[in-house]
């Protein structure tokens, strides 16, 4: 069964901003699925749809099956929404946020109180459970609003940009959780601009580009097209100018750091033999990491003139 | 799904709400009504004398008390809910299953209860100035809550409908303060000329408040089962156009 289905979404503001212009997306049961997209895209009218915070012009949402139009209680318990910014009441307690989140889901008081707890310290979060929200972190009002999100155990979850603006210890915390939301049987659906994060977690991915899915496939095959992969070498000694390669693009990006385009067809040992060949010495090399942002790039770039604001 | 429990939930947290700033919204009311009792009452009630039979303390008390009812139970949910709307906490119960008649009545709740508990402070803050029996409990009650449930409404639409914090004060400060004031709070309309006691018929707030003052000392200026009936059409006319804003979403979705 799908976790979510799409059909023809349409969504004109009353400004005359089309924002979406029919789109159908299907995520599967259990997935790990990337919506991308960049800014005005249409990402959050698209969240803002299903989670029932916007009005579609047109088109029909269906969560696991419940039509968010005709079926709309059953449709709206199955689904939990971390959303962009903070939109909880900064005088509450933690604990009272996420308990009275359950009480909208109709989850009795007993079994709210065990699962408000349970959700508490899965964010890491209930020594501060009587503590007011505006006096907590960033990252820590993000993880509250993870927290009330999942008190009624929903079977699809959106996190929409749930990392934006934490530090990279609280990011990757927060990535391990997904990963053990997900793997628990809740579907995730993730919104980023951090591309790797994208990468790292996702299996299946759309691109969302003024107002149309550009792309719809999983993370392998989209990632299976890039023909070249970018390096960052580590030398051991300083060079004077830029070694010139035939079939790669070598610049440098330090005294003792080179940034390498190598094409999937050449491959490194090539490059390497040539390397040591104009006797330069490589201590260490990584990957940039950056695969789908370049093809993200790309496809975005790609789009024709005539549909670009 | 088992919507009292989200209900309950909602009426809580209002209710938990207001109590925890007691100071702004529980004391005000107490310390304002009463200079209302010192000054109006005391001292220049004792010139006034006798109004339809009453002193002139007894004839304000049940004004000043369902004054105080309809302005909290109106500023409960018109800043309540503004604010949630203003913080996007509103999302939160848009997200969830919550149909909208529990979204209106938790609020309107908390509104009434608010309202209610005001009402019983002034009642409390009035026996040191005066010796009150009520004349029809019955009615008191009734005209309180009905009274309270209509303001609550009010306050509701209001708040939907509002874009700025200018646009909650606007109606408190200039349409419901002055047709509380002339809704024969501190007069009798038959002390009126002619044309202003047709005008002053014209208030559905004079209903309320010579009903609920018929409910305390047996004293009215309009018929009783009047004041019934316009209350309920304004509350029945009310939540028709609450629910119809929330339905459409007006004010609260893109």
């Known amino acids: 069964m799908n976790a979510l289905s799409i059909r023809n979404l349409q969504k004109t503001y009353n400004n005359g901003f089309v924002a979406l212009k029919g789109i159908d997306l299907d995520v599967e049961e259990g997935d790990f699925f990337a919506l991308l997209g960049p800014n005005g895209a249409g990402k959050s009218t698209a969240i803002g749809i299903i989670s029932s915070l916007v009005n579609p012009s047109s088109g029909s949402v269906s969560i696991f099956g419940h039509d968010l139009k005709t079926d709309r209680s059953r449709a709206k318990s199955c689904l939990g929404l971390v959303p962009q910014e903070v939109n909880f009441n900064q005088f509450d307690t933690v604990k009272s946020i996420v308990f009275n989140q359950a009480g909208y889901y109709g989850v009795p008081r007993k079994l709210a109180l065990q699962r408000t707890e349970r959700c508490l310290k899965q964010m890491d979060l209930w020594d501060k459970r009587n503590t007011v929200s505006r006096r907590l972190s960033g990252g820590m009002k993000r993880r509250v609003m993870i927290a009330r999100a999942m008190v009624h155990a929903p079977k699809l979850l959106i996190l929409d940009e749930p990392t934006a603006g934490v530090d990279i210890e609280i990011r990757r915390s927060m990535w391990k959780m997904m990963q053990a939301v997900n793997e628990q049987g809740t579907t995730i659906i993730l919104t980023t601009h951090y591309l790797e994060e994208a990468e790292s977690l996702c299996r299946n991915i759309a691109i969302i580009d003024q107002g149309l899915i550009v792309e719809n496939t999983d993370m392998a095959g989209l990632l299976a097209r890039l023909h070249i992969d970018h390096f960052v070498l580590d030398l051991a000694e300083p060079i004077d100018k830029v070694p010139v390669i035939a079939g790669y693009q070598i610049e440098r990006i330090g005294d003792k750091v080179l940034n390498v385009a190598v094409p999937k067809e050449m491959g490194l040992n090539q490059l390497f033999s040539q390397l040591s060949a104009l006797n330069i010495k490589v201590i260490s090399l990584k990957n940039k990491s950056n695969r789908l942002e370049q093809l993200f790039m790309d496809l975005i770039d790609s789009k024709p003139a005539d549909t670009k604001q | ?254």
Request: glycine share 8%; hydrophobic share 50%.
């Open chain 2, 1 to 254: 799904m088992n919507y009292s429990i989200a209900l309950r939930t909602l009426v809580t947290k209002e209710v938990f709400r207001f109590i925890r700033i007691w100071p702004q919204t529980l004391l005000p009311p107490a310390i304002t009504t009463a200079l209302y009792f010192l000054i109006f009452g005391k001292l220049i009630g004792d010139r006034i004398g006798i109004i339809n039979g009453a002193t002139y303390m007894d004839y304000i008390v049940p004004g000043i008390i369902l004054m105080s009812v309809i302005s909290h139970a109106y500023s409960n949910v018109v800043s309540s809910f503004f604010s949630t709307k203003f913080q996007r906490n509103i999302e939160e119960l848009l997200v969830a299953p919550v149909p909208n008649w529990v979204i209106l009545g938790g609020y309107v709740s908390g509104g009434i209860i608010r309202g209610l508990l005001v009402g019983l402070v002034v009642t409390l803050i009035s026996l040191l100035f005066a010796d009150i029996a009520v004349n029809n409990p019955l009615i008191t009650l009734s005209v309180a809550v009905l009274t309270a449930t209509l303001f609550s409404l009010a306050g509701f639409i209001n708040a939907v409908l509002a874009e700025s914090f200018d646009d909650i004060s606007i109606i408190p400060n200039f349409v419901l303060t002055p047709l509380s004031y002339l809704g024969g709070v501190f007069y009798s309309v038959d002390m009126l000329p002619g044309v202003w006691q047709t005008v002053s018929k014209g208030n559905p707030i004079l209903y309320m408040i010579n009903a609920f003052r018929y409910g305390f000392i047996g004293v009215t200026d309009i018929n009783i089962q009047l004041a019934y009936i316009i209350t309920g059409g304004f509350i029945v006319t009310l939540t028709l156009i609450s629910l119809f804003l929330l339905h459409k979403g007006i004010g609260i979705k893109n």
